[in-house]
């Protein structure tokens, strides 16, 4: 963090420590000086400089949808699909109240202290996710989801493609999906 070492001073002296705030946080120096002379021997970078500029901070926006489905795939029997999904495969419907996590990846921003703005974040969410999703069919009614089985699963994916190239600042890390507390799918993106 110092270069001190390196530094030399030749008379007999003190050394002086201080620690200064600007608006990018705390910094610290180390002088040396005598009766008539003052010499600046290193100073610690500023927060952002000896922390975050390298930094990478993952920021998790979390949101809430209920929606109906049913697992059916269409080009598998009735008794296969009884089979594979049992009360999921339910003709009449049934639903879910989803828990959405949406994680952005990034560096925070030096002027902001912000890797992504949250309401800006938020807004994207409730446009391209939430807002399509709620309260609706998500077998009959969601335009990103026609020919998807909704499985928790199929569901992360689609998602990630709603989100992946609009989020405003950072970059999308993770799409989590709590179908129930217990039932939890999480897609990367690989
Ligand atoms: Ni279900």
Redesign the pocket.
């Known amino acids: 963090m110092f270069g001190l070492s390196a530094v030399f001073c030749k008379m007999p002296c003190k050394i002086a420590f201080a620690t200064h705030r600007n608006n990018l946080g705390a910094f610290a120096s180390y002088a040396c000086w005598n009766s008539d002379s003052y010499l600046l021997l290193a100073t610690t970078p500023p927060f952002h400089e000896r922390f975050t500029l390298m930094a990478t901070v993952y920021v998790t926006r979390k949101s809430h949808f209920n929606a109906a489905?049913?697992?059916h795939n269409p080009a598998q029997s009735d008794a296969w699909n009884q089979a594979m999904y049992g009360?999921?495969n339910n003709p009449n419907w049934?639903?879910?109240n989803y828990t959405l996590e949406v994680t952005v990846a990034g560096t925070p921003d030096p002027e902001t202290g912000f890797v992504v703005d949250l309401s800006k974040l938020k807004r994207v969410i409730e446009e391209r996710v939430v807002d399509k999703m709620d309260h609706k069919n998500l077998n009959l009614e969601v335009d990103f989801l026609e020919g998807v089985i909704?499985?928790?699963e199929n569901l992360a994916i689609a998602i990630w493609h709603q989100l992946h190239d609009v989020i405003p600042a950072g970059r999308l890390h993770s799409i989590r999906l709590f179908?129930t507390e217990r039932n939890i799918a999480e897609y990367r993106g690989e």
Do not use: I, N, V
């Open positions: 489905h049913r697992l009360k999921c049934h639903g879910h909704p499985s928790t179908e």
